[in-house]
């Protein structure tokens, strides 16, 4: 287990948002960086912006619960609260974007956002050269595309499996259409993996597609059932890590 859970924002996001935003320009970094990503990816890019000086700017919709919103202010982000949808959230970043002169940071289908999720197929190799197959967690692509590029440059026959629930997986059903395609979005355990991998996706669709072995897709009853046993048989529980000192863990094994 590469436990990504123990990152500081309890998800592996603060890769590659840290890596896009130290490779912008000095004037980029000046005027600053907006996502409308309500989730790991929004508060990776606050948490990121906090530590390299950059201002940030989250925009989302009057839907976010305020725990959401209260957790990426706490992370030094100016949070935008506009309209009652996604959507008028991400016209509002846009607008950012083309007015101000923000940088638009997007969740997964971005070069360097996924070279920086690859470093984690870097470090795996560092402490397993013998690893043979590696099972990921898929939603957008950026995670499996940057460690399937990172890997297999080192050994070719290193397998990636991507693994994502049965309800609304979005790249599992574009693969199978042979382009990007929207499914409808559907409650999951695996709340990490909603989302669509979007319909003028450049990057993630055709590296997934080249880079991913197999994909598997698991029901809600198989989410649950092992979440349950990831507490009860390796005590490990995402919810309670904050409580616990990651320090101490890793000196205890
Ligand atoms: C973002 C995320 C994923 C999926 O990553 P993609 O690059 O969108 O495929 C998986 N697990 C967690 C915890 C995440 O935050």
Same mark, same amino acid.
């Given at each position: 287990?590469?436990?990504?859970?123990?990152?500081?924002?309890?998800?592996?996001?603060?890769?590659?948002?840290?890596?896009?935003?130290?490779?912008?320009?000095?004037?980029?970094? %000046?005027?600053?960086?907006?996502?409308?990503?309500?989730?790991?990816?929004?508060?990776?890019?606050?948490?990121?912006?906090?530590?390299?000086?950059?201002?940030?700017?989250?925009?989302?919709?009057?839907?976010?619960?305020?725990?959401?919103?209260? %957790?990426?202010?706490?992370?030094?982000?100016?949070?935008?609260?506009?309209?009652?949808?996604?959507?008028?959230?991400?016209?509002?970043?846009?607008?950012?974007?083309?007015?101000?002169?923000?940088?638009?940071?997007?969740?997964?289908?971005?070069?360097?956002?996924?070279?920086?999720?690859?470093?984690?197929?870097?470090?795996?190799?560092?402490?397993?050269?013998? %690893?043979?197959?590696?099972?990921?967690?898929?939603?957008?692509?950026?995670?499996?595309?940057?460690?399937?590029?990172?890997?297999? %440059?080192?050994?070719?026959?290193?397998?990636?499996?991507?693994?994502?629930?049965?309800?609304?997986?979005?790249?599992?059903?574009?693969?199978?259409?042979?382009?990007?395609?929207?499914?409808?979005?559907?409650?999951?355990?695996?709340?990490?993996?909603?989302?669509?991998?979007?319909?003028?996706?450049?990057?993630?669709?055709?590296?997934?597609?080249?880079?991913?072995?197999?994909?598997?897709?698991?029901?809600?009853?198989?989410?649950?059932?092992?979440?349950?046993?990831?507490?009860?048989?390796?005590?490990?529980?995402?919810?309670?890590?904050?409580?616990?000192?990651?320090?101490?863990?890793?000196?205890?094994?």
């Amino acid at each position: 287990m590469k436990l990504e859970t123990l990152q500081p924002i309890g998800a592996f996001k603060i890769r590659g948002a840290t890596y896009a935003m130290s490779k912008l320009s000095e004037s980029q970094k %000046a005027n600053g960086v907006v996502t409308c990503s309500t989730g790991n990816h929004g508060r990776g890019v606050a948490y990121a912006g906090n530590r390299l000086g950059i201002r940030t700017t989250v925009c989302m919709s009057e839907l976010v619960p305020e725990n959401k919103v209260a %957790a990426i202010r706490e992370l030094g982000a100016d949070v935008r609260i506009i309209g009652i949808s996604q959507d008028e959230a991400e016209i509002e970043a846009l607008r950012l974007v083309e007015e101000e002169g923000l940088s638009y940071l997007p969740p997964f289908d971005h070069p360097d956002i996924i070279a920086g999720q690859g470093t984690i197929g870097l470090e795996i190799l560092h402490d397993l050269p013998d %690893a043979d197959i590696i099972f990921g967690g898929l939603s957008g692509g950026g995670l499996l595309a940057g460690i399937g590029v990172a890997m297999k %440059a080192v050994n070719p026959d290193i397998l990636i499996y991507g693994v994502t629930m049965e309800n609304g997986a979005a790249m599992m059903a574009s693969l199978d259409a042979g382009k990007p395609v929207q499914v409808p979005e559907a409650e999951s355990y695996a709340d990490s993996l909603g989302g669509g991998i979007g319909l003028d996706n450049a990057y993630t669709f055709e590296m997934i597609g080249r880079l991913m072995d197999k994909g598997f897709l698991v029901d809600e009853k198989h989410i649950a059932t092992e979440m349950a046993g990831f507490i009860e048989n390796e005590k490990w529980c995402s919810k309670a890590l904050p409580l616990l000192d990651p320090q101490r863990l890793s000196n205890t094994g």
